[in-house]
């Protein structure tokens, strides 16, 4: 996977909000915080991204994808690429919402917002690192992380994602159609768990970790983080 295929959505968040912030003629400073939640997750992800493709090889989702179509995998990538313009229009709806927002500069759901905004950056952050953590120890090969939130969920990067986007679209329900936020979300959450998020990443650590894999599945919550059970392997 190439720096650009891996940050080419992120990009598009960053340009698309700065503007639509800008140009917006609702209060600047609820302008002003909107744009910054959005541009911040943007920047950390798209950092993180290059970060892990530079350190490692090429990710084996983009990997399959070549095999698969072969000649065609520029076609598949192209539709992958057009795919990521329409949900990154999707994401930037609350930025327009509150940039454009013809109803009260204060509601209340801004502070509850960014308060779980905050959660949601510092849960995605720590799980991102404890994982670097643990891939860049040499004892980690053939290995499952169970370390700090990874032993309470699969995926704790993904679902304080969620827990982020939550956040954005809270902070966006008291504008002018901001209830549409939500969609944001609800869409996050359909591409973590069902799309390009959890299946192919659980898929590729069963290929490299068998057994230790399907323990980790069947003692570990795949989403939201909850107390360990015990498997058939314990």
């Excluded at 690192?129 to 704790?156: D, I, M, N, T």
Aim: hydrophobic share 45%.
């Amino acid at each position: 996977m190439s720096v650009n295929t891996g940050s080419n959505l992120q990009q598009r968040l960053d340009l698309t909000s700065i503007f639509l912030g800008w140009m917006g003629p609702a209060p600047l400073f609820p302008r002003f915080l909107m744009v910054a939640m959005v541009v911040l997750w943007s920047l950390r992800l798209g950092i993180h991204l290059v970060r892990r493709v530079w350190r490692g090889p090429e990710d084996p989702r983009f990997v399959e994808l070549r095999n698969r179509f072969g000649q065609k995998a520029s076609l598949a990538f192209l539709g992958i690429f057009a795919l990521q313009g329409l949900i990154g229009a999707i994401f930037v709806l609350p930025v327009l919402f509150v940039s454009w927002s013809s109803g009260p500069v204060q509601t209340g759901w801004e502070w509850v917002g960014i308060v779980v905004w905050l959660i949601g950056w510092y849960g995605e952050s720590l799980a991102d690192s404890q994982l670097s953590r643990f891939k860049r120890s040499a004892s980690s090969a053939g290995q499952v992380c169970r370390e700090g939130l990874w032993a309470y969920s699969r995926h704790p990067n993904y679902f304080f994602e969620f827990v982020l986007w939550v956040g954005i679209a809270l902070y966006a329900t008291g504008s002018t159609a901001g209830a549409w936020s939500w969609v944001c979300p609800l869409l996050m959450l359909i591409l973590l768990v069902k799309g390009s998020g959890i299946p192919p990443t659980e898929s590729q650590a069963i290929k490299t970790r068998g057994n230790r894999y399907r323990q980790y599945q069947e003692e570990v919550s795949a989403f939201v983080p909850w107390f360990p059970r015990r498997s058939r392997y314990s």
